[in-house]
């Protein structure tokens, strides 16, 4: 990397300025990596200047609209962008991520009739039936499911492990060669992601999700790529390799918890902690901080406002938000796909201006 900065102000033309003055001290030959957070007031002519102005400055380049930076809780107020200028091979990708859930073709709970089931196909036909289709296939003639067919069900391709493929931009590159990748995309990342994991297994990867815009830019998503604008799929840089120097850092946050051990989990769900009900935990952190709560009651995160932090040698490596918990089943849903592993040490945390009885632990740079 060569230079990076991030810019931040609550007036579109105070940001535009400092990117011409950006663009004026660097060659136009250089590649660019941005990320624009525009405010709720930013009009559409601002935006096209804003983005007009890096991207035909350095016709090499990758970057999102992403959502705007929370500053003392005035998350509208302000706009911001981070440009960095690198050394790296940009790419563009368009492979599939998991799709939508569809609801409402099938339910297997239903009983059938039987004129239903002797109209469902073969086995014979699987290997021309959707597997999706291929699950009615199990109903019995008196209406009943064999589960033994739904377990034999293949999987979705999209699920499958295994080699996937590359932006044409990295197909022929040896993975030893690339040390890191930064890429933005939609929010079916899934492809994107798998296929990089296994082609560059030891690389470094970090993604961000592009802001969903289509009150803004009138796209789902906008992501640019080397003087194109794109509503889908990702954008990205792939590093050469190096040895990375991270320096890692979240919000002020405060400890409401002691370290806890993380007993059970799966997907995105905490099931056990410390072998105890992770969700009634979290309600007594929470009252002995002075929140009230109804114990019989389910528990929503609101706007990030809990997170349960990952402890690596004493810091703060990770933190997930806490999108939902239940008292009586005791899972508690983290904004995930993949929840702390059994073994790992956790704690409960949540913002600064969350408590003021108690003198707080500053979870601040990533150390407790």
Avoid at 106 to 129: E, I, K, L, Q, T
Wanted: hydrophobic content about 35%; overall charge neutral.
């Amino acid at each position: 990397m060569q230079r990076a900065i991030t810019v931040v102000g609550r007036n579109p033309s105070t940001l535009l300025t400092e990117l011409s003055n950006f663009c004026l001290q660097e060659s136009s030959s250089k590649t660019l990596l941005f990320a624009l957070a525009p405010s709720s007031n930013v009009s559409p002519r601002q935006l096209s200047a804003l983005t007009t102005s890096l991207t035909k400055h350095f016709p090499v380049h990758a970057g999102c609209i992403a959502a705007p930076i929370p500053l003392s809780g005035q998350l509208s107020a302000y706009c911001s962008v981070s440009v960095a200028l690198v050394d790296g091979i940009p790419f563009r990708s368009t492979i599939p991520g998991l799709p939508e859930t569809q609801v409402g073709r099938w339910h297997a709970g239903r009983n059938r009739s039987s004129s239903d089931s002797a109209a469902r196909p073969s086995d014979s036909h699987y290997a021309n039936v959707d597997p999706a289709d291929m699950l009615s296939t199990a109903l019995m003639s008196d209406g009943k499911i064999d589960w033994e067919k739904v377990w034999s069900v293949p999987p979705s391709p999209s699920l499958q492990t295994g080699p996937g493929p590359l932006p044409d931009e990295l197909q022929n590159l040896e993975p030893s060669t690339i040390g890191s990748v930064v890429y933005f995309s939609d929010k079916a990342p899934e492809g994107i992601s798998s296929g990089l994991q296994n082609a560059f297994p030891n690389a470094h990867k970090l993604a961000l999700l592009a802001s969903s815009t289509p009150f803004l830019t009138g796209r789902p998503f906008t992501l640019f790529h080397n003087g194109r604008v794109y509503s889908s799929g990702a954008v990205g840089i792939a590093f050469p390799s190096s040895t990375p120097l991270l320096d890692l850092a979240f919000p002020p946050l405060v400890a409401l918890s002691p370290p806890l051990l993380v007993t059970s989990s799966e997907g995105n769900l905490l099931l056990s902690i410390d072998s105890r009900n992770p969700t009634r935990l979290l309600l007594s952190a929470l009252q002995e901080r002075g929140f009230t709560f109804d114990p019989n009651t389910a528990v929503a995160g609101r706007e990030g406002l809990f997170y349960v932090g990952v402890i690596e040698n004493d810091k703060l490596a990770q933190v997930h938000r806490i999108g939902s918990g239940d008292p009586s089943r005791g899972t508690i849903a983290l904004d995930t796909n993949i929840a702390p592993r059994e073994g790992s040490t956790v704690r409960v945390c949540g913002p600064h201006c969350t408590t003021s009885s108690v003198p707080p632990t500053l979870l601040d740079r990533g150390v407790f």
